[in-house]
């Protein structure tokens, strides 16, 4: 548990404050960097708890017919890891990088409406403790239920009153209603800031991609998340006022809550991918030494993502639909790997002929890179129907999606904590631990995820608790789970670095990096204004123009 | 440190402008309702004709027309409220506003009795099929945003009768009646799917 209190300094050391006065300053400030702050600590702290439940899994699938878990702890296990590690992991990182971000990288003293965003981020902070507590408070007064245990996508009608008795399902609805809320909120206010409060000069299309593709998620956010609102508010009311949405007694389509919340889920996995995109297209420009390769075409690439992602949510569901519905979906969901490779072209092209700084930022960006090709390459596999229904709800689909959302954007979120430590703290993160943790977390990783993928092909389907021997899954479902020995390893290991290079770390000034964008003209840490007068923009890379006057940018636009 | 005045280069433009965080702000919201709207409107559509039992909306339901002339002219009492607000004509922003907190209450009383008399004279409620848990679901997310329509707009209203509002308000005020015409627009389609089509 290390990891759960990464004990950033969240206010300025004045004359020491005591600890109730640093206390209540974070629970009243509005200030976005301390909210970013706040943001990506609780997200952290949640990472390491799910991960343990994920831990707990594997610890007891890696050996056939263990009785460790009894199979309703293990249903509770995936539904919260997975709810958790989506809502309270991955969105809050987003909504952390971008608060803490967008307005340094745009030039502004703050994000447009500071209030809201706090309101935003405790939204957040309150469903995520709703969803753990449910652990104590689902049984209730009837007695039945503990956390919920419907799978993260808690499809119906395993979420009706006959079949989820007591409060567990109700405390999974409201922590998602809450925290939706929350993401809705902090997506307008990006939006707003973007548009409305860049410096002068910093013309659309000479916004850092980073805000840019914030911009596009923000967006997204607005069509994807109220349907998942809409769909928990329908399960509420059939819950709590009888109402017939989903029961299929009263004429009620279980496939409709599909409908519904995939319309959500799968826009959602770009929410989460494409600000792993906006770290790496910051991250690799900088340590090739060049201008990223095909500005215009990133956020034109990103833009399509967004559009075709809409357009796509279907493919979760091959086997509840018609032949004419899944032919259509197959083919959205293969073009939207287009777009896709034009960003991973881009970023090889940004790398080709570069003069590459293999520093930590990079390490994970380069990890990412081929990755990420890997688990695009299982979705094309997944895409193509007949092959879906032969794997579809088994590991190896399991082993897909973790590939892309750890893998792709977990390892960008590590090298975006290591590129952007120095700036939030003022000191440089322990070379040496890191690389451990990048080495560790990179063969856990890879001893898990690769290893998956195999058992999912010998026909073992997801969520079950336990399997018998003899089918051939022991050996890979051993190795899988060694895995998570170094993956656990490797995040003590980033743990220990966040916490004693706040002291201990080697002091970074204000641009440890000879970057280009405006977050690196002020100090590390940036003051409470972030900028003590508002900069001027004359090109993409306004730092470059500063250091380099005889060969400026905007010479070329 | 690279000071940040340094940045300022000679050829900055002379104008900046930007577009307003506070309209961006209502334009997203008003996106993020459509699209909560439209998961509602399409549950309803689908829906439609698959009740198992009865009350039937052919046997229950009447055309709204009142209350539907009532939120629509709001539309256009809220336009005329502006229009005296540029105008800095007091009275007739006074008048025009309270018009249309006026219609709002209508159109609010119109839909209160409608349900009773279906709760009461029809026993349908939101479980009773899939037709009332559609109906009272759409015509009350609806309703909800009516009410707070109704509240701000009450809100404002006293603001004005207590003297303090200035005209640096006006854009909340407009902000407000993008709320309002969003609000109305939402009902055209509620009325379309519920009273026209579903019937």
């Known amino acids: 548990m290390v990891a759960a209190n990464p004990e950033i300094p969240l206010t300025r050391p004045l004359a020491s404050p005591s600890i109730m006065t640093r206390l209540h300053g974070l629970v009243v400030t509005v200030d976005h960097k301390k909210l970013g702050l706040m943001y990506i600590a609780s997200a952290l702290s949640f990472l390491v708890v799910a991960g343990l439940q ?22 509770r296990l995936f539904t919260v890891h997975g709810t958790a590690m989506v809502f309270f992991v991955g969105m809050p990182i987003v909504a952390g990088l971008g608060n803490y971000l967008v307005p340094l990288m745009i030039g502004a003293r703050d994000m447009a409406f500071p209030r809201l965003n706090a309101f935003g981020f405790w939204m957040f902070l309150f469903g995520g403790i709703l969803l753990y507590f449910s652990y104590i408070g689902a049984p209730g007064l009837s007695g039945h239920g503990s956390a919920p245990d419907v799978g993260w996508f808690a499809y119906a009608p395993l979420t009706g009153r006959a079949f989820s008795r007591g ?16 993401s ?16 002068p000069g910093m013309t659309l299309m000479r916004m850092p991609l980073f805000v840019w593709m914030m911009v596009v998620v923000s967006a997204m956010m607005f069509i994807a998340i109220p349907p998942l609102t809409a769909a928990q508010v329908m399960l509420l009311i059939d819950r709590f006022l009888g109402g017939n949405f989903f029961n299929t007694q009263s004429g009620g389509s279980a496939v409709l809550w599909q409908h519904f919340f995939w319309i959500f889920g799968h826009p959602e996995v770009y929410v989460l991918m494409i600000p792993g995109f906006a770290c790496a297209s910051e991250i690799i420009p900088v340590f090739s030494r060049k201008p990223m390769f095909g500005y215009s075409a990133m956020v034109g690439a990103t833009t399509m993502i967004a559009f075709v992602s809409m357009g796509v949510w279907a493919h979760h569901m091959f086997s509840v639909m018609s032949s004419v519905g899944n032919t259509f979906f197959m083919i959205s969901t293969m073009a939207i790997s287009v777009p896709t490779g034009i960003k991973i072209f881009n970023w090889l092209a940004t790398l080709y002929g570069g003069k590459i700084r293999f520093e930590l930022p990079m390490l994970c960006c380069l990890a990412f890179l081929f990755q990420f090709l890997i688990a695009g390459l299982t979705g094309i596999m997944l895409a193509a129907v007949p092959f879906d229904w032969h794997l579809t709800d088994s590991y190896f689909v399991v082993a897909h999606f973790h590939y892309v959302l750890i893998g792709g954007m977990l390892f960008c979120i590590f090298g975006a904590i290591y590129y952007w430590y120095p700036k939030a703290t003022g000191r440089m993160l322990n070379k040496k631990l890191g690389l451990a943790h990048v080495a560790l977390f990179f063969i856990g990783f890879h001893l898990t995820f690769d290893t998956m993928h195999l058992p999912g092909l010998l026909g073992m389907p997801r969520r079950i608790y336990t399997y018998d021997a003899g089918r051939g899954w022991e050996i890979l479902n051993l190795i899988t789970s060694i895995g998570v020995i170094f993956q656990i390893a490797g995040i003590a290991c980033l743990a220990l670095n966040i916490i004693t290079s706040l002291r201990k770390g080697e ?8 970057a280009w964008t405006l977050e690196w003209a002020t100090t590390s840490p940036p003051p409470e204004y972030n900028f003590e007068t508002v900069p001027a923009v004359r090109s993409a890379r306004p730092l470059w123009d500063l250091k380099h006057p005889e060969d400026p940018d905007w010479k070329y636009e | 440190m690279i000071t940040a005045d340094r940045l300022s280069l000679p050829s900055t433009p002379a104008e900046w402008t930007l577009p307003s965080s506070r309209k961006l702000a209502i334009a997203s919201l008003i996106v993020i309702e459509t699209a909560m709207f439209t998961i509602f409107v399409v549950a309803y ?13 052919s046997e229950v339901l009447d055309t709204p027309i009142l209350s539907t002339i009532c939120l629509l002219a709001s539309s256009l009492t809220i336009m005329m409220a502006e229009r005296a607000f540029k105008r800095e004509s007091v009275g007739g922003f006074r008048l025009w506003w309270s018009t249309t907190i006026l219609l709002a209450a209508i159109f609010l009383g119109i839909t209160a009795a409608e349900w009773k008399r279906l709760i009461v004279g029809h026993h ?3 479980s009773t099929n899939l037709f009332g848990t559609t109906f009272y679901s759409l015509v ?3 309703a909800s ?3 707070v329509g109704l509240t701000l707009l009450t809100l404002v209203l006293v603001f004005s009768l207590k003297n303090s509002i200035r005209r640096a308000d006006g854009e909340r005020i407009e902000m407000l009646s993008w709320y309002w015409h969003f609000v109305d627009a939402v009902w055209v389609v509620v009325f379309t799917v519920v009273y026209v089509v579903g019937r």
């Not at chain 1, 831990?55 to 878990?69: D, F, V, W």
């Not at chain 1, 409060?167 to 929350?182: A, E, K, P």
């Not at chain 1, 809705?184 to 410096?199: E, H, K, Q, Y």
């Open chain 2, 140 to 142: 009350g997310l609806h």
């Open chain 1, 507 to 514: 002091k970074a000034g204000d641009d440890p990096w000879d």
């Open chain 2, 45 to 57: 559509v689908f829906y439609i004709g698959k009740s198992l039992v009865g009350p039937y909306p």
């Open chain 2, 145 to 147: 945003h009516v009410i």
């Open chain 2, 124 to 126: 349908l409620t939101i």
């Open chain 1, 54 to 75: 994920a831990s707990a899994i594997r610890l007891q699938l890696a050996i056939p017919n263990n009785n460790l878990l009894d199979p309703d702890t293990f249903n």
């Open chain 1, 184 to 199: 809705l909120a902090s997506s307008v206010n990006v939006i707003a800031t973007a548009f409305g409060m860049r410096s």
């Open chain 1, 167 to 182: 409060n567990s399902t109700d405390y999974w609805t409201l922590s998602l209603l809450v925290s939706g809320i929350g």
